[in-house]
């Protein structure tokens, strides 16, 4: 990781906006890329989650104004295409095709520069910039937390369709982890299970409302089991991806998936939002690299569950997710650590990607210097 300067962000099309970006995270996401575990170019602009002031817009541009604050969907959509129109935006079949889906700074995510810069060029500009309230400015680091991490959290909740009063675990207490244990008590689950070996990220759950499994306790399935009378759980969350590791440090793609399957009662739902690559160049082993895994469907099958995966839809809930925001009704950035210029992001993602103590979550605010 390095700080270079690079041309300005540019129209390019009438669709356009260019965003001075004020506010732009560090993402777990981007550790992937950051580990050389994904296809992505040196020389490649990444960040994903993005708040900032718009400076310029194209000709077609019709609702977004210059000085408007906004926040951007970490996922790109046209808009118009089939799944835009029904709401999959994180699927879009026009903004990186024949892939569906596009994202900003990702490898295999488009041609699109990503916001850990001064300025970003925001396509389809209408459709993806969410205009932010005038508490935008004080409340930045909550409002930051819309482009990314809060919605796939929510969006873990739901695609385990969750539903109140139901008991849930949360494999994870990376920023997604914390925000899908928060977003299933903000919508009423009665026992909300967050598994992880930092006990630094355990007590951060806990503020957000999570009863802390550590595996350095033993086996997580059981512990729970245990605390819930032998059932297990109505619903399950993986938030922590292919890159998942044992107790003893060793690396196990299928780990939280399998364990998911054994901890959710019979007929129960899982969302998978921690990410799993068709590649993983790399992986120690052939099954692993081409994106395999030995998952245990045999017990999942045999138990009626179901399971909902992909990236968050995050227009789907953003809207929403910042009136919680703006009327006191949610703060995520209770989870941020720091908050640093870029010229401090080579230091800060050593750190983040060392899990060091003290590292939750790092935004980056370019006009710090």
Not at 254 to 281: H, R, S
Request: net charge negative.
């Amino acid at each position: 990781m390095s700080v270079d300067e690079v041309p300005d962000a540019r129209i390019e099309k009438p669709t356009d906006a260019v965003v001075k970006i004020t506010a732009t995270n560090i993402c777990g996401s981007d550790l992937h890329m950051y580990e050389g575990r994904t296809s992505l170019g040196a020389g490649s602009i990444i960040g994903h989650e993005n708040v900032g002031e718009v400076v310029e817009t194209g000709p077609g541009v019709y609702s977004v104004q210059v000085g408007d604050r906004v926040a951007l969907p970490f996922n790109i959509g046209c808009g118009f295409c089939d799944n835009c129109t029904t709401g999959l935006t994180a699927f879009c079949l026009t903004a990186n095709p024949p892939t569906a889906g596009a994202a900003y700074g990702y490898a295999e995510m488009g041609p699109y520069n990503g916001g850990q810069a001064e300025y970003l060029r925001v396509p389809f500009a209408d459709f993806n910039a969410l205009q932010l309230p005038e508490d935008s400015v004080d409340r930045e680091n909550d409002y930051v937390m819309l482009t990314d991490i809060f919605p796939t959290g929510w969006h873990g909740t739901r695609l385990a369709k969750l539903q109140a009063g139901e008991t849930i675990a949360v494999y994870g207490a990376g920023p997604v982890g914390l925000m899908a244990a928060y977003s299933a008590d903000i919508q009423g689950a009665s026992q909300i299970f967050v598994i992880d070996h930092l006990a630094e990220r355990l007590a951060l759950a806990e503020q957000f409302g999570a009863t802390a499994i550590s595996t350095a306790d033993g086996d997580p399935v059981e512990q729970i089991k245990g605390l819930t009378g032998g059932v297990g759980v109505d619903r399950g969350v993986e938030a922590v991806g292919y890159q998942a590791h044992d107790s003893s440090g060793v690396e196990r793609s299928n780990l939280t998936m399998n364990a998911l399957v054994n901890v959710v009662k019979p007929t129960g739902g899982i969302g998978v939002v921690g990410v799993f690559l068709p590649e993983d160049p790399g992986a120690k082993d052939e099954m692993t690299r081409n994106g395999h895994m030995n998952f245990d469907f045999g017990k999942f099958f045999f138990k009626g569950q179901t399971i909902g995966t992909g990236q968050a839809n995050v227009k789907a809930y953003n809207r929403q997710l910042r009136d919680l925001i703006h009327r006191g009704k949610a703060t995520p950035s209770r989870l941020v650590s720091h908050n640093l210029g870029l010229a401090d992001a080579p230091e800060a993602y050593q750190h983040f990607d060392a899990r060091d103590t003290g590292w939750t979550k790092v935004v980056l605010n370019p006009t710090r210097g």
